[in-house]
């Protein structure tokens, strides 16, 4: 027989009942990834591969929502005007989520609060490159050369991961560098490939297309251990700079607030996705790296990097606005 008391134990389960449902119902419609890129360059094509292979495992459309613009600012406002539910995620790179609030004085939100990671893509590795024409050969002479006379160096923008590693190793290895933003990536390599300025160092799918054609020599990668793509290229800490690690990288970031099980949901499929042979290749062929993980390595990384670059931002004296 059903007691008051039974009855009342019952009343109060539902809720509970009814958010375990809707997490197991986890997605329950469309899902919206937005990028603060435009429709059809690289950026573009990587998420809507990755969001086709998102939407074949979790049974929903997964939609690229392209929001160009203010340095990535209305991407993430467009996220977190959403609700936080995990049906709307961003797509996040280092200067969304590390560089801007050391770089604008003013932002509408705080990344660091306002956002958590789902989970880490993948990463490009930098590699320090010369034109084939250059006498410099290595490292060794490079930074002999570079003691002797300040470089000049390109990248896609001020403020990159490009710029900013750089910045960071000529601190490191005691040199001068003279920056020369351009307005993207390609710009600034053929600039470098025809002189104009001396040496790069940036990322493998801007460079390893003029490495593999022999128009530019990689002197050193800033990453940890040797990449497959450059086994015979040493590594910045290999060469005395112990310290010497950065990537480009993009990842996935939701609204601080959504449910940590829909965020477990996306991770796990996330990750799927990126082991997929389809989305491996592309990432092989761009001489990058896929790091699967789960949400709290990936924000861990985060703020592992927020410590290191936005000091270097604010002593640089770097303002986009």
Not at 12 to 27: D, E, I
Not at 68 to 74: A, E, F, K, R, T
Not at 107 to 116: G, K, S
Request: proline content about 7%; some cysteine.
């Amino acid at each position: 027989m059903l007691t008051r008391r039974s009855l009342g134990l019952a009343t109060l389960a539902l809720p509970a009942l009814g958010a375990a449902a809707r997490a197991q119902a986890f997605p329950e419609r469309q899902l919206r990834w937005v990028i603060a890129y435009g429709a059809g360059g690289p950026s573009d094509q990587f998420a809507r591969l990755i969001g086709r292979q998102m939407a074949s495992r979790l049974g929903q459309n997964v939609v690229v929502d392209n929001r160009p613009g203010g340095g990535g600012v209305l991407a993430t406002e467009t996220v977190l005007q959403a609700p936080a539910d995990g049906h709307t995620m961003l797509m996040v790179d280092n200067g969304m989520a590390i560089y801007s609030p050391a770089l604008y004085a003013r932002l509408p939100y705080d990344p660091d609060t306002a956002l958590t990671g789902v989970g880490l893509i993948a990463r490009f590795p930098l590699i320090l490159i010369v034109r084939t024409e250059s006498p410099i050969r290595d490292w060794s002479q490079f930074l002999a050369a570079a003691r002797a006379k300040a470089p000049t160096f390109g990248s896609g923008a001020v403020a990159s991961p490009q710029h900013l590693a750089m910045e960071y190793v000529a601190r490191v290895a005691r040199f001068d560098a003279t920056h020369v933003p351009y307005r993207n990536s390609p710009a600034a390599l053929q600039d470098m490939l025809a002189g104009s300025v001396d040496c790069m160092l940036t990322d493998s799918a801007s460079s390893m297309g003029a490495i593999r054609q022999g128009q530019a020599r990689p002197l050193a990668v800033m990453s940890p251990s040797r990449i497959a793509a450059l086994p015979e290229v040493p590594t910045l800490q290999e060469l005395g700079l112990p310290d010497a690690e950065a990537y480009a990288w993009m990842g996935m970031s939701v609204p601080a607030a959504t449910p940590t099980t829909a965020i477990g949901r996306l991770n796990a499929t996330l990750n799927q996705a990126i082991a997929s042979d389809e989305v491996a290749q592309v990432i092989r062929n761009l001489s990058a790296e896929a790091v699967p993980g789960d949400a709290a390595a990936f924000n861990t990384q985060m703020r592992s990097e927020i410590a290191r670059w936005r000091p270097l931002i604010r002593d640089l004296g770097i303002k986009l606005d």
